[in-house]
């Protein structure tokens, strides 16, 4: 049925982004953070999460297939909006535009990424590690690059889980909304500082 | 016009048919105590003279009860959606420039046709059954303390604002948009109303419905009368929920 399935998809669409793509940013960053405390740390992390059983299964089901789900589908709703910030610039509107900028911007970010790291070492068996990572943000460039994804995917993931939290019913008086805006940007902030902090220990 | 009279100045984006292309044109009209766009408008179409003397056709708007509930006159009004009739010219800057709500299709001039929301309204069935082939008796009362909260909601008038400022209301998607949402929780919450929640309901959860949400927040921002269609639309999103979990596992409760 090919009809009346939108519902169904913009829901799996918010749900994936929180569970499992937003937990696993923060898991990620979290672990990225151990670089901070020099290359043995991060290399020791990274190869426990690198050394998990059933890598590619769990790689599969909670990070490729949800994550490329969420791109294609997250494309399709930022397209379909006419934005009008220039004629209502109401707080709501900006952040809405914000995450459909950020939502574009990390498919590329993301996309590059992958490339860069994860089938490097699929591809040509190189190996991710601390000195890999120190090695791409040796150039300028690539570190402003990095520093502009880690806070699109932070801002992306705390204002998503805001808006979760509507498209799902649990925040509904404007009071509960207002409270997890400011909640929502705290750990935007948090998880800013964590990601920044870990990829400023690579360079 | 006598020299020295106070005038005032107003654009209007005019189109000559729905697919023609739109084009300015200036009026100076002149001015009088309390006027608002409606008499500035009722100005330009007893004398439809531009402000460089050129005579052309009178401009055309809709109109109707003159006192901000019947929503007819909504149009763009210095970049703002809202109603001609409460727009009082002393309090727009000059000069007023005045456009249709493009989100709709525009007839002419100021005139759009707003039929996709009468749409909506039918389709998620924005009334109160009561009749039947004998008499069905009075239904449930409703508490007085949730009448007034009701009332409310019951306030909106189909003016189109909510849907102008919403950005994912446009001509690349289905959306309903806000205001026949926040219809559906109105009716669903008569006791009466309420018996035929699960069709509304089947309907916001099918395409173009509650799901294209994407929490811009403008509706309430502009919305006249005040409304909290933000609120409705995360109340509906609730009762979706539970809706999707009913319909995927099965309940009794599920009528």
């Given at each position: 049925?090919?009809?009346?399935?939108?519902?169904?998809?913009?829901?799996?669409?918010?749900?994936?982004?929180?569970?499992?793509?937003?937990?696993?940013?923060?898991?990620?960053?979290?672990?990225?953070?151990?670089?901070?405390?020099?290359?043995?740390?991060?290399?020791?992390a990274s190869g426990f999460m690198a050394n998990l059983p059933f890598l590619l299964i769990l790689e599969f089901l909670l990070i490729y297939i949800?994550?490329?789900?969420?791109?294609?589908?997250?494309?399709?709703?930022?397209?379909?909006?006419?934005?009008?910030?220039?004629?209502?610039?109401?707080?709501?509107?900006?952040?809405?535009?914000?995450?459909?900028?950020?939502?574009?911007?990390?498919?590329?970010?993301?996309?590059?990424?992958?490339?860069?790291?994860?089938?490097?070492?699929?591809?040509?068996?190189?190996?991710?590690?601390?000195?890999?990572?120190?090695?791409?943000?040796?150039?300028?460039?690539?570190?402003?690059?990095?520093?502009?994804?880690?806070?699109?995917?932070?801002?992306?993931?705390?204002?998503?889980?805001?808006?979760?939290?509507?498209?799902?019913?649990?925040?509904?008086?404007?009071?509960?909304?207002?409270?997890?805006t400011y909640v929502t940007m705290l750990f935007f902030i948090f998880l800013s500082y964590v990601g920044i902090s870990a990829i400023l220990a690579?360079? | 016009?006598?020299?020295?009279?106070?005038?005032?100045?107003?654009?209007?984006?005019?189109?000559?048919?729905?697919?023609?292309?739109?084009?300015?044109?200036?009026?100076?009209?002149?001015?009088?105590?309390?006027?608002?766009?409606?008499?500035?408008?009722?100005?330009?179409?007893?004398n439809p003279v531009t402000k460089d003397g050129k005579k052309t056709s009178p401009v055309q708007w809709e109109m109707n009860c003159l006192e901000?509930?019947?929503?007819?006159?909504?149009?763009?009004?210095?970049?703002?959606?809202?109603?001609?009739?409460?727009?009082?010219?002393?309090?727009?800057?000059?000069?007023?420039?005045?456009?249709?709500?493009?989100?709709?299709?525009?007839?002419?001039?100021?005139?759009?046709?707003?039929?996709?929301?009468?749409?909506?309204?039918?389709?998620?069935?924005?009334?109160?059954?009561?009749?039947?082939?004998?008499?069905?008796?009075?239904?449930?009362?409703?508490?007085?303390?949730?009448?007034?909260?009701?009332?409310?909601?019951?306030?909106?008038?189909?003016?189109?604002?909510?849907?102008?400022?919403?950005?994912?209301?446009?001509?690349?998607?289905?959306?309903?948009?806000?205001?026949?949402?926040?219809?559906?929780?109105?009716?669903?919450?008569?006791?009466?109303?309420?018996?035929?929640?699960?069709?509304?309901?089947?309907?916001?959860?099918?395409?173009?419905?509650?799901?294209?949400?994407?929490?811009?927040?403008?509706?309430?921002?502009?919305?006249?009368?005040?409304?909290?269609?933000?609120?409705?639309?995360?109340?509906?999103?609730?009762?979706?929920?539970?809706?999707?979990?009913?319909?995927?596992?099965?309940?009794?409760?599920?009528?």
């Amino acid at each position: 049925m090919a009809n009346n399935k939108e519902f169904f998809h913009r829901r799996l669409h918010s749900l994936l982004g929180v569970i499992p793509v937003g937990l696993f940013l923060t898991v990620h960053l979290l672990i990225n953070y151990s670089a901070t405390r020099g290359p043995e740390a991060y290399n020791k992390a990274s190869g426990f999460m690198a050394n998990l059983p059933f890598l590619l299964i769990l790689e599969f089901l909670l990070i490729y297939i949800p994550i490329v789900y969420h791109a294609i589908y997250g494309v399709y709703i930022a397209f379909t909006a006419k934005h009008n910030f220039n004629r209502f610039g109401f707080f709501r509107n900006w952040m809405f535009l914000l995450q459909r900028i950020t939502g574009i911007f990390l498919v590329i970010f993301i996309a590059w990424h992958v490339w860069e790291t994860r089938l490097q070492k699929a591809f040509f068996g190189a190996e991710v590690n601390f000195d890999m990572m120190a090695n791409i943000v040796d150039n300028p460039w690539m570190l402003a690059f990095y520093i502009v994804g880690i806070l699109s995917a932070t801002f992306h993931l705390s204002n998503g889980l805001w808006s979760f939290l509507v498209s799902w019913g649990i925040t509904v008086t404007p009071r509960s909304q207002r409270i997890l805006t400011y909640v929502t940007m705290l750990f935007f902030i948090f998880l800013s500082y964590v990601g920044i902090s870990a990829i400023l220990a690579f360079a | 016009m006598a020299e020295g009279q106070k005038t005032v100045t107003i654009i209007v984006q005019r189109q000559d048919n729905p697919d023609s292309a739109p084009y300015d044109e200036t009026f100076e009209i002149p001015y009088r105590p309390n006027m608002n766009v409606i008499s500035a408008l009722m100005e330009i179409q007893r004398n439809p003279v531009t402000k460089d003397g050129k005579k052309t056709s009178p401009v055309q708007w809709e109109m109707n009860c003159l006192e901000e509930v019947c929503g007819a006159c909504s149009m763009v009004i210095n970049g703002k959606p809202r109603q001609a009739c409460s727009a009082m010219i002393d309090q727009l800057e000059e000069p007023i420039r005045l456009e249709p709500m493009r989100t709709f299709p525009v007839i002419r001039d100021l005139l759009i046709d707003r039929s996709r929301m009468f749409d909506a309204l039918k389709k998620v069935k924005a009334w109160i059954p009561i009749d039947g082939t004998y008499d069905l008796g009075p239904g449930p009362r409703m508490p007085e303390s949730k009448r007034q909260w009701a009332y409310e909601l019951s306030k909106c008038m189909t003016c189109g604002v909510c849907m102008e400022a919403c950005p994912n209301v446009n001509d690349k998607s289905s959306f309903i948009g806000p205001a026949p949402l926040s219809q559906v929780r109105l009716f669903n919450s008569h006791p009466t109303g309420a018996m035929h929640k699960k069709e509304r309901m089947a309907t916001i959860m099918g395409d173009g419905g509650l799901a294209n949400c994407g929490n811009s927040q403008n509706c309430v921002e502009v919305c006249p009368k005040g409304i909290p269609l933000t609120t409705s639309i995360a109340a509906l999103n609730r009762e979706a929920t539970v809706q999707m979990f009913k319909n995927f596992f099965g309940s009794d409760y599920s009528y």
